[in-house]
C-alpha cells in the first residue's frame, strides 16, 4: 500500500466509513495561502520520512489538537522575542506562560475540551468577560495602547 506522495507505508492509518484511508499527522511545519487565498499547511506524516511531506488545505486537517499546537507555537516564539516575555511581573510573561502549559497540556494528550460557544472568555487587562469572543475583541480595542497589544490579541483569538 501506498501513504502520501506514494511513498511506502509504515505508519498507523485509519480507515473512514466511506473507504478512504486517513493518514496521522506528526508535526505541522510551516502554513501558507494558496492562490484562492485558503490556508493550506505542511504536513510531517506520522511514520513517513521528510520526503513525503505534503502541502494540504486546512479542511483536510481533522485534529484540532494538533492545529492547536502549531498556532500555539508560533504565537510562542513571537512572546518570546519580546523583553517582557522573561519578566513574571507583566501580562506577556502570564500569557507566554499560560500558552506554554497548555500546549504541554495538548501534547500530554490530557487537555481538556471544552464548549468554545459557551466558555467565557476575558480580557487579559481588566476584568471584562464575555461569553462571545466578538464582544471580547471588540471590548479589547480600548487597551491598544496597552504594550505587545497585537501579540497578546493574537493569543486572545
Known amino acids: 500500500r501506498q501513504g502520501p506522495r506514494g511513498g511506502e507505508r509504515r505508519g498507523p492509518i485509519l480507515r473512514t466509513d466511506s473507504g478512504g484511508e486517513v493518514f496521522h499527522v506528526e508535526a505541522i511545519i510551516d502554513e501558507r495561502s494558496s492562490r484562492s487565498s485558503e490556508k493550506q499547511y505542511l504536513i510531517k506524516w506520522k511514520g ?9 488545505p486546512a479542511r483536510n486537517i481533522y485534529s484540532e489538537d494538533i492545529l492547536q499546537r502549531y498556532n500555539g507555537n508560533k504565537l ?13 511581573s507583566t501580562l506577556t510573561h502570564k500569557i507566554f506562560e499560560a500558552i506554554r502549559v497548555g500546549i504541554e497540556k495538548l501534547s500530554a494528550g490530557d487537555a481538556e475540551t471544552t464548549d468554545r460557544t459557551r466558555a467565557t472568555v ?24 496597552m504594550r505587545n497589544y497585537d501579540l497578546i490579541r493574537d493569543c486572545i483569538k
Open 48 to 56: 513517513f520520512d521528510g520526503r513525503h511531506n505534503t502541502w494540504e
Open 76 to 88: 510562542l516564539e513571537r512572546l518570546r522575542q519580546t523583553p517582557e516575555a522573561s519578566d513574571p
Open 122 to 145: 476575558f480580557c487579559p487587562w481588566c476584568k471584562f468577560e464575555s461569553m462571545h469572543g466578538r464582544a471580547l475583541t471588540n471590548h479589547m480595542k480600548k487597551h491598544k495602547s
